[in-house]
């Protein structure tokens, strides 16, 4: 009976190559999801790039950078259907002439390896991260297209919604001297 277990056990999660989940999954939607890996990951990319913009997990606005995350990630995974749902593709020739012409930025490329090795981004995050802007400033371009709003049109939008969605509410910062 054991071995029988531990050979189904075998053809199931190594020779077939179904595996266990067991991550903590954040959200699920239409087309995929989110887990705590990636939150992490992402995580760990901002503290390498500022350490700063990453508060104590202690911290209240800690919470509030995990929520602002997670929403990102969704919006990301989104767009990166709509653009497979539409065709949508970044060649790697466009990412790689986004990577020159960041590099032009600098005073060589060493300079530039240098600031990535700085910041602790390796050359497969630089790349994604560039196919996903350039992604998303196409997804953008093609939903967009043919859409004009007039003065006008903007104006009336903003009177209407002014007391709801541009309205900052009053706000106080008390601290001991």
């Known amino acids: 009976v054991v071995a029988v277990l531990g050979f189904t056990a075998w053809l ?22 989110v887990t705590q890996k990636e939150m992490d990951d992402y995580i760990e990319v901002l503290k390498n790039q500022n350490p700063a913009s990453v508060p104590a997990e202690s911290d209240p606005k800690y919470t509030v950078l995990r929520k602002n995350l997670l929403d990102s990630i969704i919006v990301m995974k989104l767009i990166e259907n709509y653009a497979a749902d539409n065709k949508i593709i970044v060649t790697d020739k466009e ?10 930025n600098y005073e060589s490329e060493a300079a530039f390896e240098k600031k990535l090795k700085d910041m602790k981004i390796t050359k497969a995050i630089l790349k994604d991260q560039v196919k996903s802007q350039l ?18 049109d903007a104006k009336k939008y903003y009177d209407e919604n002014a007391e709801t969605l541009f309205m900052v509410p009053e706000q106080v910062k008390v601290s001991h001297i």
């Open 12 to 33: 199931l999660f190594f020779y077939l190559g179904i595996g266990l989940d067991l991550t903590k999954t954040y959200a699920k939607f239409d087309g995929g999801k």
């Open 95 to 104: 990412v790689t002439d986004e990577i020159s012409s960041l590099i032009k």
């Open 135 to 152: 992604l998303r400033d196409k997804v953008f371009a093609a939903a967009t297209s043919g859409v004009a709003v007039s003065d006008t």
